[in-house]
């Protein structure tokens, strides 16, 4: 039996200054802590399974940013394990000439659904 993945762009309230201003913090910190990763996976030859990620990041990061929620971290290094992967199967075809790959475009994901919930204090990531 196969699980049938799907990724869904949905659209949400207006987002004033206030979120979209979290929103960007977030994706900041998306992109720092994937391009974190995917140095230290390619440099280490880790294996790019989530239960060996998980075990390598989380800890560490949910450390030095308590603040964020823990899906954060989850979709951080289930993405960088995504991009190693497809770069090193890339890479044994010979269709790459770089030595890392490259994190562009970031998109925040979160491997479980979960509803953001915004107030004027924080913002809350419920399962």
Same mark, same amino acid.
């Given at each position: ?9 949905l ?6 200054e206030?979120k979209? !201003?979290v929103?960007?913090?977030?994706e900041?910190?998306? =992109? ?8 230290? @996976? ?7 399974? !989530?239960? +060996?990620?998980?075990? =390598?990041?989380?800890?560490?990061? +949910? ?9 954060? @971290?989850? #979709?951080?290094?289930?993405?960088? #394990? !995504?991009?190693? $992967?497809?770069?090193r199967?890339?890479?044994? +075809? ?9 994190? $562009? =475009? ?12 915004f ?9």
């Amino acid at each position: 039996m196969k699980t049938l993945k799907r990724t869904v762009k949905l659209e949400g309230d207006f987002l004033n200054e206030w979120k979209y !201003r979290v929103l960007r913090e977030v994706e900041e910190h998306q =992109r720092k802590f994937v391009n974190e990763m995917i140095e230290v @996976i390619l440099s280490k030859r880790l294996q790019t399974t !989530r239960k +060996k990620l998980h075990e =390598r990041f989380y800890n560490h990061y +949910k450390e030095k940013y308590p603040f964020l929620p823990s899906r954060v @971290i989850e #979709g951080a290094y289930v993405v960088a #394990g !995504r991009i190693v $992967k497809s770069f090193r199967e890339r890479k044994k +075809k010979g269709l790459t000439r770089k030595d890392k790959p490259e994190y $562009k =475009r970031v998109m925040i994901t979160i491997p479980n659904m979960v509803n953001w919930r915004f107030n004027k204090v924080s913002v809350n990531v419920l399962t």
